[in-house]
């Protein structure tokens, strides 16, 4: 029996990059950490088949379907969860030529999700004539700070002479691929080149439903030193580049750090300076000791909700995989969510809460996580018997 991943009792891990499971495979390397959430993608991109996916706890659309009729007895909209502006994008080139792992000679290629702490890695061999480059990426979303995403990629050359070019993108120019008419929902508001950030706004709706605002800021360390990179901004996108020239057996490690904020939270007007002094407080830590207060964080709540099984490995992968997504995607700590049927892994279903919650999940979390996690999810459901509440919070 071919196997998509590893047997591992801790790890989802993988050796294999097939093209025709790769969408599983983004869905089953998903992570999040309650406020926000993502998709296993590509940091540098993949021009094959992919669906590019990141979401944000409660910030919606109310749309209609693809088919574009009403049945009796439909309501007016749906509200969608709709895939929010991309911040992992780290794209390189090796001397000219894009790395794109669906077009371009690679081998040793791993993935792997870490469910001791949420961690995403990957890494592999991409060769360019006589040049071998070595790129190992690792990204997770921190507990300590939720508004907080920490990427990080290590550059070795292993043959040859490399001149690598990078380019750091906050890109708001997405869609959603379950739409009506491939219509995006996200409108450009501004992006500053100085300060590194690009705020976006959800387009106008005709049901009179309050539009959400989210701010997305980065900020680039290289060997572990803050780098003043080249940064251009145009509608809906910023971009930071640069360059390295490294020689066989020379590394570079580059940090992208980034804040990410709603108007759920935090007015619009109030972000940049939020972000700002977040990402202060972010960057008095390196990648490795942000990575190790998640590991810790992570280990507060396997103590609480591991099960272990003994004698079927494949079981015990199970069971961890799945608390590890439920709580990747819901922790009692926000009573105004709940838990979508896909969570972070993907827009099916639009992010819609069904009844199911009551049957399946609340009795789940009221064994693995404190009290407060169930009753929140109980005060959800109660807030929304009188109809949703669509206007997002703009406190400070």
């Keep these: 029996m071919n196997r998509l991943f590893d047997l591992d009792p801790w790890v989802i891990a993988t050796h294999t990059l097939a093209p025709a499971t790769k969408r599983l495979q983004e869905s089953l390397t998903a992570i999040g950490n309650g406020y926000m959430g993502m998709r296993g993608n590509f940091e540098e ?50 001397d000219g030529e894009r790395v794109n792992l669906a077009k371009g000679r690679y081998r040793d290629f791993a993935l792997s999700l870490d469910l001791h702490q949420g961690l995403v890695t990957r890494s592999f061999i991409y060769e360019v004539g006589h040049v071998q480059v070595q790129f190992t990426f690792r990204r997770f979303l921190a507990l300590q700070m939720k508004q907080a995403a920490f990427i990080e990629v290590a550059i070795q050359v292993l043959q040859g002479q490399a001149q ?11 869609v959603n691929e379950d739409s009506n008419y491939d219509e995006r929902f996200w409108v450009p508001v501004q992006a500053d080149a100085a300060a590194n950030w690009l705020q976006m706004v959800t387009k106008p ?26 940064v251009t901004a145009s509608a809906g996108e910023v971009v930071a580049t640069g360059h390295l020239a490294l020689a066989a057996g020379q590394q570079a490690v580059l940090e992208k750090d980034v804040i990410v904020l709603t108007s759920r939270d935090v007015a619009p ?3 940049p300076t939020v972000a700002q002094a977040l990402m202060a407080q972010l960057q008095q830590q390196s ?21 272990e099984i003994t004698g079927d490995v494949a ?32 827009e099916k279903y639009g992010g819609a809460t069904y009844w199911d919650t009551e049957a399946y999940v609340v009795p789940m979390y009221l064994g693995i996580a404190p009290p407060a996690a169930a009753r929140a999810l109980l005060q959800y459901r109660y807030d929304q018997l009188l109809g949703p509440t669509t206007t997002p919070s703009s406190k400070d």
């Design 45 to 94: 991109g993949y021009s094959g088949d992919t669906l590019r996916g990141t979401y944000l706890g409660g910030v919606w659309f109310p749309d209609q379907t693809r088919v574009g009729w009403w049945k009796n007895g439909y309501p007016p909209y749906f509200g969608k969860a709709i895939n929010a502006p991309s911040f992992i994008d780290l794209q390189f080139t090796v």
């Design 269 to 271: 007007s109030n972000q």
């Design 164 to 174: 690598i070019d990078y380019a750091a993108k906050l890109d708001g120019n997405v």
């Design 287 to 307: 990648f490795t000791e942000a990575l190790a207060m998640q590991t810790q964080l992570w280990a507060q709540r396997w103590a609480q909700c591991d099960v």
């Design 315 to 346: 079981a015990q992968q199970g069971i961890r995989f799945n608390l590890a997504q439920l709580l990747m995607t819901y922790d009692g700590a926000d009573p105004r969510l709940n838990v979508g049927p896909k969570g972070f892994s993907g």
């Design 205 to 230: 709706n005709p049901y009179d439903v309050p539009q959400f605002t989210v701010l997305l800021q980065q900020a680039l360390r290289l060997n572990g030193q803050p780098i003043a990179a080249a």
